[in-house]
């Protein structure tokens, strides 16, 4: 559920009408409803409130510091994967007591920001990666609470380029060598090993992966408490799938259903970090139509958003829905691609799509863009990235301004003997 909705033919973000909104900011631009967000962010939580657990937002689906500030007042944790979602988490008053550091390549500089802050653990992904954070917390005079991301080897039903679980991944360390790291880590005085991380993938539209992962996780989680290593924290990752057009996805509460009865006997505090199922639904991007033109036999609608906006057409071949902004009553349907602007053939945000007819001028919504939509974006073919706009009932406000031409060249500087 979600708070776009069309009423009379015309899309609304909660109260506001979604064409007056870009008539005043111009094209395109990301729009966010706030009661969306804070809502999706609460079913989450609240789905596993019958166990001692951590609802960690993951920075890299949404960054902009005006969510994670919202996030945080709701008592979101962050799960961040670089020192600079490290630093917006912090700047948006994220509590560091909530914050989670997971990623495969983090340098000596990230991990010495991040232990000087204070953070809740990090998820380690290689035993190099483990010697290193016994390092620097020993010249720290600290001892770092330490995960090992371990990989379950689990299938995964979701495009390749985000199932992290099968043995053939980078990322994590094999589920068969975690005892042994562990009994290393134990041993290293800069160290505290108190969980278990795992991330099996995203957009994950079946709970079966996670039951059978967390089935595995927990026996290791048995093993070690037997050997006396305090495991006080097992984090399950994230990557709940949610609908895009007509995908049947579970709710968090079958999520949780599944999981908890194989959590509670652990007696751990459970770390779930969640993404695409607390912002993807919460956001849009709007854009207008430029020209509508025929080639061969197709049908092309240009709109003024393209790759550098919202990339996951392209990226992953994602499908997302695509409206008008105001419904034309009677409009033919015909079959479409819609098209950005950008010198590639790979820039497209649909392929043969059944859409009303639509004329030059008009505004388009892209649906279920909160997510990996902004955050992934670029300024390729120097295209100023794009404003984001919040809004919470009747108000909108500015959380990120339009790019000016001048940003664009910001930093770069011409050799004086050039
Ligand atoms: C990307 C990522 C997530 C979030 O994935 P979603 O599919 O957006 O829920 C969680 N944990 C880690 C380690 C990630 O890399």
Redesign the pocket.
Same mark, same amino acid.
Not at 354 to 359: C, F, M, R, S, T
């Given at each position: 559920m979600n708070d776009f909705d069309y009423r009379n033919g015309r899309l609304y973000c909660e109260e506001l009408r979604v064409s007056a909104i870009a008539e005043k900011v111009e094209t395109p631009f990301y729009l966010y409803s706030m009661n969306t967000l804070t809502r999706h962010f609460r079913a989450i939580d609240d789905a596993f409130s019958s166990i001692p657990h951590l609802t960690c937002f /993951?920075v890299? @689906?949404n960054s902009n510091v005006a969510i994670l500030k919202i996030l945080a007042g709701e008592g979101a944790g962050a799960?961040v994967?670089s020192g600079g979602e490290l630093f917006r988490a912090l700047k948006a008053g994220v509590d560091p007591k909530k914050i989670v550091f997971?990623g495969l390549g983090k340098t000596a500089d990230e991990i010495e920001y991040a232990l000087k802050e204070g953070i809740l653990m990090f998820n380690v992904e290689s035993s190099q990666e483990l010697m290193l954070i016994n390092e620097i917390a020993q010249k720290l005079k600290v001892k770092a609470p330490v995960a090992l991301r371990v990989n379950p080897d689990v299938e995964v039903d979701t495009h390749p380029g985000v199932a992290t679980g099968s043995k053939e991944s980078k990322f994590g360390i094999p589920l068969s060598q975690a005892m042994a790291e562990y009994e290393v880590a134990a041993k290293l005085p800069g160290l505290e090993p108190i969980g278990v991380h795992q991330?099996i993938g /995203?957009?994950i539209l079946d709970t079966k992966p996670f039951e059978a992962s967390i089935k595995k996780i927990s026996n290791l989680v048995k093993s070690l408490k037997l050997l006396g290593i305090d495991v006080r924290y097992v984090d399950i +990752? +994230?990557?709940?799938g949610i609908q895009y057009t007509d995908e049947d996805a579970p709710s968090p509460k079958d999520f949780a259903n599944t999981l908890i009865p194989i959590l509670t006997p652990l007696e751990c505090s459970v770390i779930i970090? @969640? +993404?695409?199922?607390i912002a993807g639904n919460a956001g849009i991007l709007v854009t207008r139509v430029l020209y509508t033109k025929e080639g061969g036999d197709k049908k092309f609608i240009v709109v003024d958003a393209a790759m550098n906006d919202l990339l996951r057409p392209s990226f992953y071949q994602a499908v997302h829905k695509i409206s008008p902004a105001e419904l034309n009553d009677g409009a033919p349907t015909e079959k479409v691609d819609v098209v950005g602007p950008i010198c590639e053939s790979s820039d497209f945000f649909a392929i043969d799509r059944e859409l009303p007819a639509v004329k030059p001028g008009e505004f388009l919504a892209i649906f279920t863009a909160g @997510?990996y939509g902004f955050s992934m974006s670029s300024n390729y073919n120097s295209r100023p990235r794009v404003p984001e706009i919040l809004v919470s009932g009747r108000k909108a406000f500015v959380i990120r301004r339009r790019e000016t031409y001048e940003d664009l060249a910001r930093g770069e500087g011409i050799p004086k003997d050039l």
């Amino acid at each position: 559920m979600n708070d776009f909705d069309y009423r009379n033919g015309r899309l609304y973000c909660e109260e506001l009408r979604v064409s007056a909104i870009a008539e005043k900011v111009e094209t395109p631009f990301y729009l966010y409803s706030m009661n969306t967000l804070t809502r999706h962010f609460r079913a989450i939580d609240d789905a596993f409130s019958s166990i001692p657990h951590l609802t960690c937002f /993951s920075v890299k @689906a949404n960054s902009n510091v005006a969510i994670l500030k919202i996030l945080a007042g709701e008592g979101a944790g962050a799960d961040v994967v670089s020192g600079g979602e490290l630093f917006r988490a912090l700047k948006a008053g994220v509590d560091p007591k909530k914050i989670v550091f997971t990623g495969l390549g983090k340098t000596a500089d990230e991990i010495e920001y991040a232990l000087k802050e204070g953070i809740l653990m990090f998820n380690v992904e290689s035993s190099q990666e483990l010697m290193l954070i016994n390092e620097i917390a020993q010249k720290l005079k600290v001892k770092a609470p330490v995960a090992l991301r371990v990989n379950p080897d689990v299938e995964v039903d979701t495009h390749p380029g985000v199932a992290t679980g099968s043995k053939e991944s980078k990322f994590g360390i094999p589920l068969s060598q975690a005892m042994a790291e562990y009994e290393v880590a134990a041993k290293l005085p800069g160290l505290e090993p108190i969980g278990v991380h795992q991330h099996i993938g /995203s957009q994950i539209l079946d709970t079966k992966p996670f039951e059978a992962s967390i089935k595995k996780i927990s026996n290791l989680v048995k093993s070690l408490k037997l050997l006396g290593i305090d495991v006080r924290y097992v984090d399950i +990752g +994230g990557g709940f799938g949610i609908q895009y057009t007509d995908e049947d996805a579970p709710s968090p509460k079958d999520f949780a259903n599944t999981l908890i009865p194989i959590l509670t006997p652990l007696e751990c505090s459970v770390i779930i970090e @969640a +993404g695409r199922m607390i912002a993807g639904n919460a956001g849009i991007l709007v854009t207008r139509v430029l020209y509508t033109k025929e080639g061969g036999d197709k049908k092309f609608i240009v709109v003024d958003a393209a790759m550098n906006d919202l990339l996951r057409p392209s990226f992953y071949q994602a499908v997302h829905k695509i409206s008008p902004a105001e419904l034309n009553d009677g409009a033919p349907t015909e079959k479409v691609d819609v098209v950005g602007p950008i010198c590639e053939s790979s820039d497209f945000f649909a392929i043969d799509r059944e859409l009303p007819a639509v004329k030059p001028g008009e505004f388009l919504a892209i649906f279920t863009a909160g @997510a990996y939509g902004f955050s992934m974006s670029s300024n390729y073919n120097s295209r100023p990235r794009v404003p984001e706009i919040l809004v919470s009932g009747r108000k909108a406000f500015v959380i990120r301004r339009r790019e000016t031409y001048e940003d664009l060249a910001r930093g770069e500087g011409i050799p004086k003997d050039l």
